[in-house]
C-alpha cells in the first residue's frame, strides 16, 4: 500500500525558498500512469493545485506559480521535492503531495499524505 509523507521547515521567512520533500514508500515515483502532485489549501480557502511530475517526463503547473516553483523526483531516493521560491505570508498552507492515478479507470487522487503546515512569517 502506498503511503506519503511530506516534511520540511514549518516557518519560512518572507523571500526565501521553501523546499519541501514527500516522500513516498509502497511505489515507485518512476510507475506509469501516476502522478504526483503538490497541493495547499490556505487558511479557510479551498484546495490549490501547484503543480505535478508524472513519467517519461510528463510535467505541469498551475500557471499562477510556475515562475516561482519547480517539482523534481529523486528516483533514487522516491522523494518528490517542491520547491517554491520568494515566498510571501500568501504562500502560508498545509501543504500536500497526492498521487494521482491516470490510467483512465477512473481518474482520481487515490493517496494522499497528511499535509504538513508551513507558515510564511518574519
Known amino acids: 500500500q502506498v503511503q506519503l509523507q511530506e516534511s520540511g521547515p514549518g516557518l519560512v521567512k518572507p523571500s526565501q525558498t521553501l523546499s519541501l520533500t514527500c516522500t513516498v514508500s509502497?511505489?515507485?515515483?518512476?510507475?506509469?500512469?501516476?502522478?504526483w502532485n503538490w497541493i495547499r489549501q490556505p487558511p479557510g480557502k479551498g484546495l490549490e493545485w501547484i503543480g505535478y511530475?508524472?513519467?517519461?517526463?510528463?510535467?505541469d503547473s498551475n500557471p499562477s506559480l510556475k515562475s516561482r516553483m519547480s517539482i523534481s523526483k529523486d528516483t533514487s531516493a522516491n522523494h518528490i521535492t517542491l520547491r517554491l521560491t520568494s515566498v510571501t505570508p500568501e504562500d502560508t498552507a498545509v501543504y500536500y503531495c497526492?498521487?494521482?492515478?491516470?490510467?483512465?479507470?477512473?481518474?482520481?487522487?487515490?493517496?494522499w499524505g497528511q499535509g504538513t503546515q508551513v507558515t510564511v512569517s518574519s
Open positions: 497526492a498521487r494521482f492515478r491516470g490510467d483512465g479507470r477512473g481518474d482520481y487522487y487515490d493517496t
Open positions: 509502497g511505489d515507485s515515483v518512476s510507475t506509469n500512469s501516476y502522478y
Open positions: 511530475i508524472g513519467y517519461q517526463g510528463l510535467a
